[in-house]
């Protein structure tokens, strides 16, 4: 079973055998892989070898490489993550319009209501505003009412002057783990035979993962909540290894406790059968323990 996020974060030379991640710097060290969720390389001051590289890709392990900033800047995937992905493109080309913006109408209605929880948990009143963005929500959220609540919910957590365009300690540490959240979203779309590029409200050109950011949304405020609760702090190593390890957190999930990387996989096979079906009600979201 895969439940390792392995990062490793000096120079060394990674390569394969025998089944093994091996990682030669002062020493040797072995991982299996079979115990590997996902690898993050958080320094560029790795080598790796191509038959490493293709066993992951074989394995469906997500390689995330993060630049001289430490900030995740590319990742690696393999093209065919499932036996029949010709046939799960061709559905997905063929999803009908209405169904995939019933979908988006539930996940925004989800993130709004878990940015709502966050802020009452922390005695700010701003809460009820954003209950009242969720009684407003039209369908496919026509008057963006996730613009407006987003607004509302960093302005109460860090301040009216607090932009998630300044170059901060914040923005560093909340896109560093939404960075990790979306790698595990790629993983789970691709291991289906979906493709991450076509997506239900991200439609960006430029942008590889739309259907991962469309189905993220909820999942944010798992890293929201992380950064708001070390606030203030440096970004270091320290707070790198804190947001990878989220991944590892419990969460409530279908009447059960999951990690929150086997939650997000069951969330995304929800939201595909919510899709096909034209169900919304199929979609299983998650709650904090």
């Known amino acids: 079973m895969s439940f390792r996020t392995v990062v490793i974060k000096k120079q060394c030379k990674c390569s394969y055998k025998n089944g093994y991640l091996v990682v030669r710097d002062d020493e040797t060290t072995l991982v ?3 115990e590997v969720y996902c690898l993050v390389f958080d320094t560029t001051a790795i080598s790796v070898t191509a038959y490493l590289l293709n066993e992951l890709c074989k394995r469906k392990i997500p390689l995330i490489i993060c ?11 393999p ?73 509302v919910y960093f302005h109460a957590l860090f301040g009216k002057d607090f932009s998630r365009d300044d170059d901060s300690y914040i923005n560093a540490a909340l896109n560093y ?25 991200h439609k960006n050109e430029f942008n590889e993962f739309n259907l991962s950011c469309d189905l993220m949304e909820p999942f944010r405020i798992v890293v929201d909540r ?8 440096v970004f270091d190593e320290e707070i790198r290894f804190g947001l990878v390890d989220l991944l590892n957190e419990k969460v409530l999930f279908d009447e059960g ?24 009600e199929r979609i299983k979201f998650y709650d904090f323990l």
Not at 98 to 119: D, G, M, P
Not at 130 to 139: C, G, K, P, S, T
Not at 178 to 195: A, D
Request: proline share 1%.
């Open 226 to 233: 992380f950064v708001t609760k070390n606030h203030p702090f």
């Open 177 to 201: 783990g939404y960075g990790i959240i979306l790698s595990t979203f790629n993983r789970e779309i691709v291991s289906n035979g979906y493709l991450t590029q076509i997506g239900i409200r």
């Open 32 to 34: 299996h892989l079979s």
């Open 79 to 151: 093209i065919y993550g499932c036996h029949n992905t010709s046939k799960r493109i061709a559905i997905q080309t063929a999803w009908k319009e209405n169904s995939k913006e019933a979908v988006w109408t539930a996940i925004v209605r989800e993130k709004i209501s878990q940015q709502s929880k966050h802020l009452k948990k922390l005695n700010m009143n701003e809460f009820m505003l954003l209950e009242e963005y969720i009684d407003q929500l039209e369908f496919f959220d026509k008057s963006n009412r996730e613009g407006h609540a987003a607004k």
């Open 257 to 280: 406790q999951y990690y929150l990387s086997s939650a997000i996989g069951l969330y995304v096979k929800s939201v595909f059968a919510a899709i096909q079906t034209c169900e919304c």
């Open 67 to 77: 630049d001289e900033q430490h900030n995740p800047s590319g990742e690696i995937l």
